[in-house]
């Protein structure tokens, strides 16, 4: 690495940090709302959990899943989630108002890559407090599994949910960016996010046209299940890793194309 590139790197860590110290003081600004959406989001994992207790009270699997395999999927979808959630869900559902409101002039004037700052400026703390909960979860599926993950495992655990929060970015930066076209495109952007709980489902749960299109088209089924049969044992087709990789690698292409084109044709709220 060129001494310029580590020039551009630390420049870029200490733009960060200061993004992380502005939202860390504007959390604790609002102590009461950030309390309240810690819980509201636990008590809708809580709901997850239960609504599988239910179904396996009457099945002893689904789709070849036993119930502690899905509680370990759910708590690797809801993880997946949360992380995606800290670190871009807010700056993503928010580009529409800076388009519409010519706020992201200012940006445009920053002497830093614009979608940087654009899908970094906030981090919603709270998504970390919710994400060791999911944590919590596998853990606790594990042991009724009687698996004790390796090393490796962990390792490709991580990168692979690395991956799937890089895929979701990827996409929903692609619906959010759609804002240059129709300013009003929160709508486009939230149906995306609610379709989420889709990854809580094992992938063989679906069948046909469904499973290619959320398998290729919008791959909420590989998101979580793909790095939770990493912990399970249940990987039998280590060719799902490479497709993962893959998926995220061309859509993040697809959407830096996209930005690029998009921001092109933004003429500014003073135009």
């Given amino acids: 690495m060129t001494s310029r590139s580590q020039s551009a790197l630390a420049r870029y860590a200490t733009i960060y940090a200061a993004l992380w110290k502005n939202s860390v003081s504007r959390e604790m ?27 396996y009270n009457q099945t002893q699997s689904i789709a070849g899943w036993t119930r502690w395999e899905v509680v370990l999927l759910v708590g690797a979808s809801h993880f997946i989630q949360q992380i995606f959630q800290a670190f871009f869900l807010t700056n993503c559902t928010g580009l529409s108002e800076l388009v519409r409101t010519g706020k992201l002039d200012f940006l445009l004037l920053l002497p830093i890559n614009t979608r940087f700052i654009v899908s970094v400026r906030q981090v919603d703390l709270g998504g970390f407090v919710n994400a060791a909960s999911a944590v919590a ?45 129709a300013v009003r495109a929160q709508g486009i952007v939230w149906g995306y996010y609610n379709m989420f709980n889709i990854s809580r489902m094992p992938e063989g749960a679906f ?65």
């Fill in 137 to 181: 979860v596998m853990v606790f599926a594990l042991h009724k599994l009687q698996i004790i993950p390796t090393s490796p495992q962990i390792l490709g655990f991580s990168a692979l949910a690395i991956s799937g929060i890089l895929l979701h970015y990827s996409l929903m930066m692609i619906l959010a960016a759609t804002a240059f076209f």
């Fill in 29 to 55: 600004g609002f102590k009461s709302n950030f309390i309240l959406w810690i819980i509201v989001e636990l008590l809708w994992f809580a709901l997850q959990l239960t609504f599988f207790n239910v179904i």
């Fill in 207 to 271: 069948r046909g046209i469904f499973r290619a299109v959320f398998t290729f088209i919008l791959p909420m089924t590989m998101v979580a299940n793909v790095p939770a049969k990493t912990l399970a044992h249940k990987m039998t087709a280590p060719s799902q890793i490479a497709l993962l990789l893959a998926i995220t690698a061309t859509w993040f292409l697809v959407s830096e194309l996209f930005w690029r084109f998009s921001l092109r044709r933004y003429t500014s709220a003073s135009s």
